[in-house]
């Protein structure tokens, strides 16, 4: 698939499974029953501070423990939809009130059946950890109804409970090690499709299948999975033509067109629910008031960031929503005009040299973005200073408001969980990451989390709280982000999430 094909599908998340259909050029026909195929090697770029479920906040957190933990929903991986994991059937008692049973007989790894008790340990554990506060906001409040039923109750009509069921912050632990004060960062035990076995800081995680996982559907394919932390792009694709790797997560688009061109190799190109932009610390004079932020904004060629960065993979995005969902929308929002950028400065009074600031953030397209900016920037008058960071620590830096700008990305399966997650107030300290804290759109955010089984309505308050956020400048949207991997022809990896994770290894296996 071309360049121009890919962006052009970017449009709703209705059209992501086709697009990933069609992306792959490959059988996705069922192994054979012979057992479990070799292990395969993985590639991605970064590690994480913690592999405990609730204990973290990023991409490479998420792909380790959906391979060793599992919550009472997942994300269906065409869908983006929360589909039952754990559940076996549940109810709504009301509008609030939900009851959930689990599959009788499922184990952890230490062999311990899984019962309702667990998952009310769980989540009480998970309270415990304030990075994970925001994906429990719809569990109010939680018991036991028999063995393998829990009640839970939402308070208010909450769109997001499901969602919330399907994050790592609710995945299921077992409660006599969480009495026992388990270190799940050592000792991740867990009931998902593989065990673990190590984790060399900086370098690499090993696992095992789980020969007692409960859904023989989605039981893991291979013997083993190694996944191995390559920071450089280049590095984690000649690591692939060279048999070190099988899988490549995150192909950079220059290496691309050669791996295409390699019948040894599949490239998957396909739409991504990941949204780029650099956070602005709306806490510090340098971006309190909407005049710097939009003539900041207005300073920055995209296009030629894009190009820069991405080789034209990608499209340079303006509104503060991603553009992949519906009720994302442009209005409110500003274009490139830097001689615009220049007027709006002068007309408030506001001296460009008075807005310098210190971007952080980490190698690859980042850091070649953080340079346009910079270029950018200084053709106003704004001097601008370029920090690098790995990625635990930028991550760590952003959370915390330690920062004056940032450049990452965020993904989620939906709007209403994107701008939850990035504006509403309650997110200060953990996701909102530019600590907006503006009260119309707390409320129009909270509007559309009520709004339960009206789509059509949740989506009008949605494009209201964005129009707002864009009218607001609060950060600078960069792109929406094109999922970009490779691996060796003879691997079949069905499942592709838009939002990048999770990986679903479980589901990998060899063709021959």
């Known amino acids: 698939m071309k360049k121009k094909g890919v962006l052009g599908l970017v449009l709703t998340v209705v059209l992501l499974a086709g697009v990933f259909s069609a992306c792959r050029r490959q059988s996705t026909a069922a192994p054979s029953a012979e057992g479990l195929g070799r292990g395969i090697v993985v590639a991605i770029g970064a590690d994480t501070p913690a592999i405990a479920p609730a204990q973290f906040n990023n991409t490479t957190g998420f792909y380790v423990v959906t391979m060793t933990h599992n919550g009472l929903f997942r994300i269906d991986a065409e869908t ?32 311990e059946e899984m019962t309702a008790q667990d998952i009310v340990a769980s989540f009480n554990y998970a309270r415990t950890f304030p990075i994970s506060e925001n994906s429990l906001r719809s569990l109010v409040d939680y018991e036991t109804v028999d063995r393998y039923t829990v009640r839970i109750n939402t308070g208010n009509p909450n769109a997001m409970l499901f969602n919330d069921l399907a994050s790592h912050a609710t995945f299921i632990m077992p409660k006599s090690l969480i009495d026992a004060g388990n270190d799940f960062n050592v000792n991740p035990i867990g009931s998902g499709p593989f065990v673990f076995q190590e984790w060399r800081r900086g370098d690499s995680f090993s696992f095992t299948a789980f020969n007692d996982y409960f859904d023989k559907e989605r039981a893991a394919k291979v013997e083993s999975v190694t996944i191995r932390i390559i920071p450089e792009g280049f590095s984690r694709t000649l690591a692939l033509e060279t048999g070190e790797i099988d899988y490549n997560v995150f192909l950079q688009s220059s290496d691309v067109n050669r791996l295409e061109n390699d019948p040894n190799f599949t490239v998957v190109i396909a739409p991504s629910t990941q949204y780029n932009m650099m956070y602005l610390n709306n806490d510090l004079p340098q971006f309190d008031s909407v005049y710097k932020r939009r003539a900041i904004g207005m300073a920055i060629d995209k296009e030629s960031m894009m190009l820069a960065a991405y080789d034209g993979f990608t499209e340079p995005s303006w509104s503060q929503g991603p553009p992949v969902f519906a009720g994302a929308t442009e209005e409110g929002s500003y274009r490139f005009d830097p001689a615009g950028a220049r007027s709006l400065l002068a007309e408030h009074n506001i001296t460009p040299a008075s807005l310098g600031f210190e971007i952080i953030t980490h190698a690859g397209p980042r850091a070649t973005m953080a340079q346009v900016v910079q270029a950018n920037l200084a053709d106003i008058g704004i001097p601008v200073t370029i920090v690098m960071q790995d990625v635990p620590t930028l991550q760590q830096r952003l959370n915390s408001g330690n920062f004056e700008a940032g450049s990452m990305g965020f993904t989620q399966s939906s709007l209403l969980g994107y701008m939850r997650l990035v504006f509403a107030g309650f997110s200060i300290g953990t996701t909102n990451r530019s600590r907006v804290n503006d009260l119309e759109l707390n409320s129009l955010i909270f509007r559309a989390t009520a709004q339960v089984t009206d789509i059509d309505a949740r989506n009008v308050f949605l494009e209201q709280a964005v129009i707002l956020a864009n009218q607001q400048a609060y950060q600078i949207p960069l792109h929406l982000a094109t999922l970009i991997r490779a691996h060796n022809s003879n691997l079949i990896v069905p499942e592709h999430a838009a939002t990048d994770f999770p990986l679903y290894l479980n589901m990998v296996y060899w063709a021959r």
């Open 80 to 111: 983006l939809d929360p589909v039952p994991d754990l559940t076996a059937d549940w109810k709504a008692i009301s509008n609030t009130v939900f009851e959930f049973t689990i599959h009788e007989g499922i184990k952890f790894h230490n062999g």
